[in-house]
């Protein structure tokens, strides 16, 4: 007898520990937003909108840029949201060509989204910007009496040799777009001969970004042994030293765009709540605070960027563009040529 | 007993045949499928993932049969410790210990990876194992050292048959996870080590390759069905029944060459120590020296507000969903290892297929459950697909099987006799489980509890598709920090990985604690 008490005393210990046991959200208006992991965002800020409006916005992420552009297309016949965010310039392409996306032309975009667009179809909307630049760890580059590198055609030069990490393009996102800026600024074939000759000078491709920067790249908490590294142009904001000033820049001059947009969901069951999410997300309290929460910069003009950002991760002026249509035609190509030229 | 059968293999159906079938057959739509199962490249794939599978296997058997000697046979203070602490690996993200394998061996390849798949399964063996052993009577053992045969002689020819049920079952399900292992595998071998997972997962994820995927999946499948068939046939009549006894009857203080094992098992829990303790160094480096910091700003949302949930709350995120997952499972796997071994007397066919058909989630890609569920499950009420109930749900079809695999061969090894005898004294069904198959078999009932709730806590694939950014858990905000700039953050993710040591390690010392009767309390 005691134990079956002491089972039951178990049982309902347990069932206080269960989600079942958490009350379910209350109900009213709710628009679903389906995202990938990086989306982050301040709750006070879904609080005041939901304030403002009467609509609660419930996130869904759903894996990185890829894998959400690919659950959109295989649910486009009944999809799993409302309005999403995070396809990037690597993937809108595909999303526009199979239709997950419908029009909505929010007023917001006019006041500089609008610059990033894909096409004039109104379909997706840039909500930021996150430049994939080479960046550098400045003292180690110092201390080897080396400049820092200004271009892609430094990396091959001898004198950089063995100082250089990147990322495999087929498993990660800023390795894709580190070689999508090779092919926009050499062109095809071009592109191939210089990965030959970064390759010739000691290239080391790691699997991905976790890797390349917080265990290979010396200018990290990691204290890895190379000091340059594929990453991102806000990576630097979040290396500056207890001075004030940054240990690591970013090589403005290797940086590929990468836009992240933003859609209503064709077939979305709440449209006229979506189009307020979307405005939403341009709007100015949410673009603020795009860099501190994920590391990208706000497509919105004339919002104030972090005073960390302003000194060590300035918004790249030229960086390599490629058209959306021709990252989509491509890529699988682009991939395989990479894979025969730059094996480890 | 129909009824019983439907409902572990009415979850299956729902949640595993059929999303899977939908996203192969809509790869089949598209066509070529054939080319790619004609490609020599695809076979490279088939031959590596089975060998490397095979290979890590091996590792965790050989590493970890001394750690269940320890564990079942010998009366040593710490030995709670080392059982829960040997399930650490088990929930850490594979990510996390990926990097650590990377650092401890830098130019690592397939050697790297056989290392960091046995790592995270050495448990398996241990646990599985020792549920049985520590119920095996060692009077036969005794009396064949009596008898004058030798140690090695004793083990061959006395323990090591006993054992052969548990052992199977270990073997079959590290075999799978290892066939499945995704994060160690794109991690440590790159380019120049492919495995028809990390193969499905690019072509599914990043490419939307639903043919080349669907031709990988379905050789997946078939690779582990053979693995499967294979095993089953291996123990086929070898799980006999015997006297089992309680633990506190069969455990004692190790004597003369009994050391050597037990020195041998020390050496393991010290290497499984290694890349853990990595981890916990990397959480309080910064810089200049050493610091709290990244412990600080984990109790806090963190730096300038990154986190959405302090760590605190991640871990009872944690331990919620864990403990849904683990009540649905062990409903699951109970029941059907109950219809198992009741079936077993007579059709012995029916059950090897059905034993066979349960173990099948742990050996198909996640990526082709979770992008069938996708497909499917909108045509269930209340539109599953998006819903925080379908991560225990994900969960419990990983967990499950462990469930079975673990009680099976103990509840098959209780002589049958005894629930005859029960019965024909009077006693209900349900009296006769209650007084004869819990009492006999409570410890592994208890493992397996531990069990599912380590693999629930460290489940990273579904829950970081489906959970709600407020309800994230730790090892979803273990991936998000790790994944950013900054030595805070980096701090941050080492911090969130020793508490969810600290969170496994306190759940499972409580659930070993509790005595479930265990033989010695009549």
Redesign the interface.
């Known amino acids: 007898m005691r134990?079956i008490v002491s089972?039951v005393a178990?049982a309902l210990a347990?069932s206080g520990?269960?989600?079942?046991?958490?009350g379910e959200q209350p109900g009213g208006r709710s628009v679903?937003l389906?995202t990938h992991?990086?989306?982050?965002?301040?709750?006070a800020l879904l609080e005041r909108f939901r304030a403002d409006t009467g609509v609660r916005i419930?996130?869904?992420?759903?894996?990185?840029a890829?894998?959400l552009?690919?659950?959109l297309?295989?649910?486009k016949a009944?999809p799993?949201?409302d309005v999403a965010f995070g396809v990037d310039t690597t993937f809108a392409s595909?999303a526009l060509d199979e239709g997950v996306f419908a029009e909505y032309r929010s007023p917001e975009a006019a006041k500089g989204p609008q610059r990033y667009a894909v096409d004039d179809t109104g379909r997706v909307t840039a909500v930021d910007v996150g430049d994939v630049c080479v960046n550098v760890d400045t003292a180690a580059l110092a201390a080897r009496n080396l400049p820092v590198p200004a271009a892609y055609e430094d990396l091959a030069d001898p004198r950089y040799k063995d100082l250089l990490v990147v990322e495999?393009p087929?498993?990660s996102s800023p390795g894709l777009a580190f070689v999508l800026g090779t092919v926009a600024r050499f062109g095809e074939p071009g592109w191939v001969g210089y990965w030959e000759r970064l390759k010739a000078n000691g290239v080391k491709?790691?699997?991905?970004?976790?890797?390349a920067?917080?265990?290979e790249f010396s200018g990290?908490?990691?204290?890895g042994p190379r000091p340059i590294v594929v990453?991102?142009a806000?990576?630097p904001?979040?290396?500056v030293?207890?001075d004030g000033l940054p240990r690591t820049a970013a090589v403005l001059g290797t940086c590929f765009r990468q836009v992240e947009y933003a859609g209503v969901l064709a077939g979305a069951k709440n449209p006229d709540d979506a189009r307020k999410v979307l405005d939403f997300l341009l709007s100015e309290p949410f673009q603020a605070q795009v860099p501190?929460?994920m590391?990208v910069y706000p497509a919105r003009e004339g919002v104030a960027l972090p005073e960390a950002w302003r000194k060590a991760a300035p918004l790249p002026e030229n960086p390599a563009v490629l058209p959306a249509g021709d990252i989509q035609a491509n890529r699988?190509r682009w991939v395989e040529q990479w894979?025969a030229a730059v094996?480890? | 007993m129909i009824l019983a059968a439907a409902l572990p293999l009415g979850f299956l159906a729902v949640f595993f045949v059929w999303p899977v079938a939908a996203i192969i057959r809509l790869g089949f739509t598209g066509g070529g499928v054939g080319a790619v199962l004609a490609d020599a490249d695809t076979w490279d794939l088939v031959v590596f993932t089975l060998g490397q599978a095979a290979a890590s296997t091996l590792v965790a058997l050989v590493a970890g049969l001394p750690v269940a000697f320890l564990l079942a046979r010998c009366a040593l203070p710490g030995t709670g410790f080392v059982r829960a602490a040997i399930l650490v690996p088990f929930v850490l993200p594979t990510v996390v210990v990926g990097l650590a394998f990377r650092s401890l061996l830098p130019d690592g390849g397939v050697a790297a990876i056989v290392l960091a798949n046995a790592f995270f399964n050495v448990a398996v063996v241990a646990r599985t194992v020792a549920g049985l052993w520590s119920h095996v009577d060692r009077r036969a053992e005794d009396a064949a050292r009596a008898l004058g045969a030798s140690r090695l002689r004793t083990f061959t020819s006395i323990t090591l048959p006993a054992l052969t049920p548990a052992i199977g079952s270990a073997a079959a399900v590290v075999f799978l996870f290892c066939a499945t292992s995704f994060g160690v595998v794109l991690l440590l071998g790159g380019a120049r080590h492919r495995t028809l997972e990390t193969e499905i997962y690019l072509r599914t994820v990043e490419l939307l390759d639903l043919p080349g995927a669907a031709a990988l999946s379905l050789l997946q499948l078939a690779a582990v069905v053979a693995a499967l068939v294979a095993g089953a046939v291996a123990r086929r009549r070898r799980e006999t029944s015997m006297r089992l006894r309680g633990r506190a009857e069969t455990a004692r203080r190790p004597v003369g060459g009994e050391w050597a094992v037990v020195a041998v098992a020390y050496a393991v829990v010290a290497l499984l120590l290694v890349p853990i303790g990595s981890l916990v160094l990397r959480s309080l480096s910064t810089k200049d020296g050493w610091g709290l910091d990244g412990y600080r700003a984990l109790a806090g949302t963190g730096y300038r507000g990154s986190l959405q949930v302090s760590g605190v709350d991640a871990a009872i995120n944690s331990v919620r969903v864990a403990t849904d997952a683990t009540l649905l499972a062990l409903l699951l796997g109970v029941v059907a290892s109950v219809v198992l071994v009741t079936l077993g007397r007579a059709r012995s066919r029916l059950v090897e297929a059905m034993d066979t058909a349960l173990m099948l989630p742990l050996g198909v890609s996640a990526v082709t459950v979770g992008f069938g569920y996708l497909i499917t499950l909108d045509a269930l009420p209340g539109d599953l697909r998006t819903s925080a109930a379908l991560v225990p749900l994900a969960q419990a079809l990983v967990v499950t099987p462990l469930v079975i695999r673990m009680v099976l061969p103990v509840l098959r090894s209780i002589d049958d006799r005894l629930r005859q005898a029960a019965a024909t004294l009077g006693a209900s069904p349900w009296r006769v489980w209650r007084e004869v198959d819990i009492p006999l078999a409570g410890r592994s009932f208890l493992a397996a509890t531990a069990f599912a709730y380590v693999v629930a806590l460290g489940e990273f694939g579904a829950t970081s598709f489906l959970v709600r950014p407020d309800t994230a858990t730790l090892p979803v905000v273990i991936g998000r920090l790790v994944s950013r700039p900054g030595e805070l953050n980096n701090q941050m993710a080492y911090a969130a990985c020793t508490l969810l040591m600290l969170v496994t390690v306190a759940i499972v010392m409580l659930v070993d604690c509790l005595r479930v009767g265990s033989v010695g309390e009549f």
């Not at chain 1, 990290?220 to 204290?223: A, H, R």
């Open positions: 134990r089972l178990v347990i520990c269960s989600v079942g046991g958490s679903v389906v992991d990086s989306f982050e965002v301040d709750p419930d996130v869904r992420k759903s894996g990185d890829g894998a552009t690919n659950q297309v295989l649910t009944n799993i949201g595909r495999d087929a498993t491709v790691v699997s991905g970004w976790e890797e920067y917080t265990q990290s908490s990691g204290k990453s991102y806000s990576s904001s979040a290396e030293g207890a501190d929460k590391y699988e894979r094996p480890r």
